[in-house]
């Protein structure tokens, strides 16, 4: 609970705070703070705040959003800005600088009495060009590589909301099928490699600017099938049956075997669960709606890598 103390004109201390100080602090509070960095520069951020306003709004005039430490300290603080109630996100412009001190977003509620003197706060994830996850080929092929849709998850079983991140990452694409197809939520929408006849590690996709990419533990994919058509696939884009994972450009696992199908399969494979191993799991595939299996025992996993 917080202690406060206050000091009377006439310079005696009191533990009482006036009715004005007790009304400040009844103020209402924000609450669900959501803000993702999109600025890739290290020690500076940038995108836009949110939050749902109070229930009650009886009180409340506006909102003022400060850039402080984890305990939102008003010494050195940094103002960023002020809205009228009503209006509940408020824009962090690209550049401002963070540091080990100012690590926290915090927004004060405001009354006609002024401004509560404590609020509610949100810890920054600040991303950088180098937090990036990518799929890599890790076989040779004789066709581009086709994907619908991928996602990173930070649960074992992908069953949680996909890791955000800044923006696509630049990995080649035919004309067409760009990168960003492959993230859109839509699975009409592929995205194919440039290259038609792949070397190992040639063909990549992936994402950048991803808050804390060593938590991935979870890889969720739709690929193109030779000669099927579907998911808007061209006809000559596949699938590659071993793929690495890449996290900040370090080598993190290796599957050696995804089971794929031929034109003729039906019902179509629908998803691939790729899931990384820990000290408590085997690393796992599983493929939607159709198969399960282990992945091999000498799958290829960079001792490096921190698993929990």
Not at 179 to 185: V, Y
Request: proline letters at 5%; aromatic letters at 8%; hydrophobic letters at 40%.
């Amino acid at each position: 609970m917080r202690s406060i103390v206050y000091l009377l004109s006439c310079g005696a201390v009191s533990s009482e705070p006036s009715a004005a100080d007790r009304r400040l602090y009844g103020v209402p509070l924000v609450t669900d703070l959501d803000f993702f960095d999109t600025d890739l520069v290290a020690g500076s951020v940038g995108a836009t705040l949110t939050w749902v306003p109070p229930t009650v709004l009886s009180e409340v005039i506006g909102y003022t959003v400060y850039l402080a430490d984890s305990a939102g300290s008003s010494t050195g603080r940094v103002t960023l800005g002020s809205v009228l109630v009503g209006t509940n996100l408020l824009a962090v412009p690209a550049g401002t600088a963070v540091n080990n001190s100012l690590t926290h977003l915090f927004v004060h509620s405001e009354s006609n009495l002024g401004l509560r003197p404590d609020g509610a706060g949100l810890e920054i994830c600040d991303v950088s060009a180098t937090d990036t996850l990518f799929l890599q080929n890790a076989a040779a092929s004789t066709y581009a590589w086709g994907i619908p849709d991928l996602s990173f998850h930070r649960l074992p079983d992908c069953s949680d909301t996909a890791m955000l991140f800044a923006q696509p990452g630049l990995s080649g694409s035919e004309s067409g099928y760009g990168e960003a197809n492959a993230f859109d939520g839509d699975s009409s929408t592929p995205w194919v490699s440039s290259c038609s006849s792949c070397t190992v590690g040639q063909a990549l996709i992936g994402v950048v600017g991803v808050c804390k990419p060593e938590e991935v533990r979870c890889v969720k994919l739709r690929q193109c099938t030779a000669g099927r058509g579907d998911y808007g696939c061209p006809s000559s884009a596949s699938r590659m049956s071993r793929v690495s994972l890449l996290a900040k450009g370090e080598h993190v696992f290796t599957w050696n075997f995804l089971q794929g199908q031929t034109s003729s399969v039906l019902p179509a494979l629908e998803m691939e669960l790729l899931m990384l191993p820990s000290r408590r799991r085997r690393a796992t595939v599983s493929a939607f709606v159709d198969v399960s299996y282990q992945v091999q025992a000498d799958a290829e996993v960079n001792p490096g890598f921190s698993s929990r």
